[in-house]
């Protein structure tokens, strides 16, 4: 979901094919302990490490409530309702191409984000698309409507009030210098690299996988993530799982309800 009308239009030139075969969350680092397993006693001794279930609790938080960090919205799961207003945007404090306002929760991690993969050499990075109202989603999509039509308008914006943008809890990034903003071949970049592989450290998630396009209804946008906190994010990260509507075993959401 990018709103490609507000912002600079920059045509990458090579390899999207390419790109558009590689998975954005290759699961490689050190084995993860779910946050949410059972805290040992602090007068216990270490006990030896052992391949047990996560137990993980998939229903802490719900996912129906549009101020929930687990919120899922997709073409068939729209906000509820749908002119959702976050109570605690802020300002980000990161470089930004238009309007910067997350929840403050995904403001912070999306600020530790950036610092750690500067300083990880990723190279620079910038909100290019943060939280958006259903006010200005209706000024994009319609936008899309007279210039390509509705067929065309849902295939590159969210309708108003199904966009993860207006939960205050997705953004669009891209590096800095610019170079392939809102194209497939910024998963390609330093950047797009280095967030595939560690944004779930902060939280984020990779929503929309090149190989998960029927699931989740969107093409890979390598630039969009999506804050969800570290526990769940950590646990997706750890057990493979790349999308939200798998991992609740929610149905997929390709298009919208007729
Ligand atoms: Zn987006």
């Not at 709103?3 to 490689?28: H, K, M, N, T, Y």
């Amino acid at each position: 979901m990018s709103s490609r009308s507000r912002s600079p239009v920059f045509v990458c030139a090579v390899v999207v094919a390419a790109a558009l075969g590689l998975v954005g969350c290759a699961p490689v680092t050190a084995p993860i302990r779910s946050s949410s397993a059972t805290p040992e006693a602090a007068d216990t001794p270490t006990p030896t490490p052992t391949p047990t279930p996560s137990g993980f609790d998939k229903t802490a938080l719900p996912i129906d409530d549009p101020a929930s960090i687990w919120v899922v919205v997709n073409k068939v799961r729209p906000l509820e309702p749908s002119t959702y207003v976050p109570a605690d945007l802020i300002t980000t404090p990161v470089p930004h191409l238009n309007p910067p306002g997350l929840r403050s929760e995904a403001a912070s991690a999306m600020a530790a984000m950036f610092a750690t993969a500067k300083a990880e050499g990723a190279g620079g990075m910038q909100l290019q698309s943060a939280s958006r109202s259903y006010g200005v989603q209706v000024k994009v999509y319609n936008g899309y409507v007279s210039s390509v039509g509705e067929d065309g308008a849902d295939a590159q914006s969210a309708r108003p009030g199904y966009s993860e943008h207006q939960t205050g809890l997705a953004a669009d990034i891209s590096a800095v210098p610019l170079t392939c903003a809102l194209a497939a071949c910024f998963g390609q970049t330093p950047q797009g690299l280095w967030l595939a592989a560690n944004a779930y450290r902060f939280g984020f998630l990779l929503r929309y996988p090149a190989d998960k396009t029927a699931i989740t209804g969107y093409m890979y946008e390598p630039w969009h993530f999506r804050y969800i906190g570290v526990p769940l994010a950590t646990e997706m990260h750890a057990t493979g799982v790349t999308t939200l509507e798998e991992f609740f075993g929610l149905p997929p959401a390709p298009d919208y309800a007729p």
